[in-house]
């Protein structure tokens, strides 16, 4: 990735309540990337104390190559998790798409970022006032190669800078993507540097470890992780013990078409143990208070919305 790229590719190298509230119906009417004009004031997002962040984790079920189905159900979450006054919010591995997509609909329909329903989001993103993990399949557009990527988008709109999963399958669901080279922790306010994972970059310890003598001050993952023969074991405890950094893992749940994350767990990660273990048959979000001081949660109790 070049450093002096323009735009969207030079921010990723560099890298209490809202005054109106949408019900269902609203959201479900609005057509992708209509959603942003119909919300006509920002929220401010509420913390405990100065030193509190509020996080969501969205838990999202999302159907296979479903475009138009995920894209709603991620802009009725957001709004649901801006609502709660959620500073950030973190989205699950591919949440857009589901996991097994590209024998279903191609790839031709990915492009360089921001697309034009990006560009809806991030509208969308700074009406709400919110900081957003956005996991989603993106072009180099110099490359032509495609990417799973996770988007950082700032309560402003703007990009903050992409991850792009490192260990990715080369054969299967996961064999449109090519591997990403980069490991560099973003500052994403109120941290100086956060450092991102994407699913089974967990699985390598080295990556964690660059993250961490890069600076990162905190871990955050994107994940499709189905428990089972090959789900995380350990994996996730052992970036925490080596590094000696908290782990933040949104997961995914609900049944793609090889897969079956009913179970999955979202879980939050420090000095090698689950503090929380969160989990949902369907959709939901998962919010959480962080003390962005001591690195820790402020309590293990957890909100659970059911989307």
């Known amino acids: 990735m070049e450093t002096d790229a323009p735009g969207w590719y030079g921010a990723c190298a560099r890298g209490e309540t809202m005054n109106m509230k949408l019900n269902r119906r609203q959201l479900l ?7 942003a004009n119909a919300i006509v004031a920002p929220s401010t ?21 479903e475009l138009t189905h995920n894209r709603r159900l991620l802009e009725h979450a957001l709004v649901t998790a ?21 024998d279903t609909i191609g790839t031709d329909w990915i492009l360089p970022h921001p697309d034009p329903w990006m560009k809806n989001i991030a509208d969308l993103i700074a009406r709400l006032n919110v900081t957003v993990f956005m996991s989603v399949p993106e072009r180099d ?18 990009f903050i800078g992409c991850h792009r999963k490192i260990n990715t399958l080369r054969v299967g669901s996961e064999s449109w993507s090519t591997p990403g080279e980069r490991v560099t922790p973003f500052r994403v306010p109120p941290l100086d540097r956060v450092g991102i994972l994407i ?6 310890p080295h990556i964690a470890k660059r993250l961490h003598a890069e600076g990162a001050q905190l871990l955050v993952s994107s994940a499709a992780w189905a428990p089972g023969l090959h789900g995380p074991n350990g994996e996730w405890e052992r970036c925490t013990s080596d590094t000696g950094l908290p782990l933040l893992v949104c997961n995914r749940t609900g049944r793609d078409r090889t897969l079956d994350f009913t179970n999955a767990e979202s879980v939050v990660v420090k000095d090698g143990r689950r503090l929380m273990s969160m989990s949902s048959p369907q959709s939901a979000i998962f ?5 962005v001081t001591a690195h820790n949660v402020i309590t293990t109790e957890y909100e659970s919305i059911a989307l």
Do not use: K
């Open 29 to 35: 009417r609005a057509a992708v990337g209509g959603l």
């Open 45 to 65: 997002p509420s913390q405990a104390g100065s030193h509190t962040l509020r996080i969501a984790l969205l838990h999202l079920a999302p159907r296979p190559a």
């Open 82 to 102: 801006a609502n709660r006054r959620a500073a950030w919010i973190l989205t699950p591995e591919l949440c857009i798409t589901g996991y097994t997509f590209a």
């Open 141 to 158: 557009p110099h490359t032509q190669n495609l990417h799973n990527s996770v988007c950082v988008i700032a309560p402003d709109g703007s």
């Open 199 to 204: 699913c089974a970059d967990a699985f390598s």
């Open 287 to 291: 919010i959480i208070d962080w003390d």
